[in-house]
C-alpha cells in the first residue's frame, strides 16, 4: 500500500473523469482544478479511519487561517469502493457530521460514476485491497495536495495532520496564486522550509538558511571593510 511518491509526486489527475456528489449532482474533476485541491480518498461503508481522517482534516482545516477552503483552494473526499453510491456519500456525512456547513460550499463528498475506481486512485499511486479478515478495505491514510493544474503536489500522511503543514503544502501545491497580497511571503516561506520525506513533515531548511546567512555575512563584512578602506583614505588625504 507503500505510495511510491517519487514516482507520482508531479503526476496528473485526469479531469475528465466524471463524479457524483452527496447531492445527486455529477461534475468532472477538471471542474474543481484552478485552485488547489486537497483530495482524500475513503470510502463511506467505513467506521473506522476513514470518518476519522475527514473528521480530523475538517478540524485542522478550521485552524488554517491564511486560506479560505472553497476561495483558495477546495477539498475533494471520493470514494474508491465501486458499491458506494450518492446516497451512500450523503448518508456518511449525515452519518459522521464530520464537515461543518461553513465548509461545504469548498468541500465535496463524491463517487466516481463509471466506477473506474483503480484507475482513478492509481494515478495518483493509491492502492487499496480488501481484507477478508478484516471485512474492511486497507489502504493508506493519506492527503493527496494537487495543483490549480491536477498534478500532484505533496503528499501528507493522516497522522502526522497538523494545520502548519497543511498551510505549507497548500502554499507548495499553488506557489503564488493562492494569495497574491502574499506573494512574497509564500515565496520565502517555501525557500525556508523544505519536506522530509522520512519524517513526513516540514521543517526549516537548514542547509538554504546557513547559506543565506553565509551570503549575508561576507557581502556584510566586505561591506564593512570597503567602509573603513574608504575612511582611511579619506583620513590620509
Not at 509526486?9 to 466524471?18: E, K, Q
Request: glycine share 8%; charged share 25%; aromatic share 14%.
Amino acid at each position: 500500500m507503500q505510495i511510491d511518491e517519487s514516482r507520482y509526486l508531479g503526476a496528473r489527475l485526469r479531469g475528465d473523469t466524471v463524479l457524483t456528489d452527496s447531492q445527486g449532482k455529477d461534475f468532472a474533476v477538471g471542474e474543481m482544478f484552478g485552485k488547489p485541491v486537497i483530495l482524500l480518498l475513503s470510502y463511506y461503508g467505513c467506521d473506522g479511519t476513514c470518518p476519522s481522517m475527514n473528521a480530523e482534516l475538517a478540524r485542522v482545516l478550521a485552524k488554517v487561517q491564511r486560506f479560505k477552503i472553497g476561495e483558495d483552494y477546495r477539498v475533494l473526499t471520493a470514494s474508491f469502493d465501486a458499491r458506494d453510491s450518492d446516497k451512500t456519500a450523503a448518508e456518511f456525512l449525515e452519518k459522521t457530521d464530520s464537515v461543518p456547513d461553513s465548509m461545504r460550499n469548498g468541500w465535496r463528498h463524491a463517487v466516481i460514476k463509471d466506477r473506474n475506481v483503480k484507475e482513478f486512485a492509481g494515478s495518483v499511486g493509491f492502492n487499496f485491497f480488501w481484507s477478508d479478515a478484516a471485512k474492511a478495505f486497507l489502504h493508506p491514510n493519506v492527503l493527496v495536495f494537487l495543483t490549480p493544474q491536477g498534478r500532484v503536489a505533496r503528499y501528507i500522511y493522516g497522522t502526522r495532520m497538523d494545520a502548519k503543514t497543511v498551510e505549507l503544502a497548500l502554499t507548495d501545491a499553488d506557489w503564488e496564486r493562492i494569495s497574491e497580497s502574499a506573494a512574497v511571503f509564500d515565496i520565502v516561506t517555501g525557500a525556508c522550509f523544505s519536506y522530509n520525506y522520512t519524517a513526513g513533515k516540514y521543517q526549516l531548511n537548514y542547509a538554504f538558511l546557513i547559506g543565506v546567512g553565509s551570503f549575508l555575512l561576507g557581502v556584510s563584512l566586505m561591506g564593512f571593510g570597503l567602509w573603513v578602506y574608504g575612511r582611511r583614505r579619506a583620513a590620509n588625504a
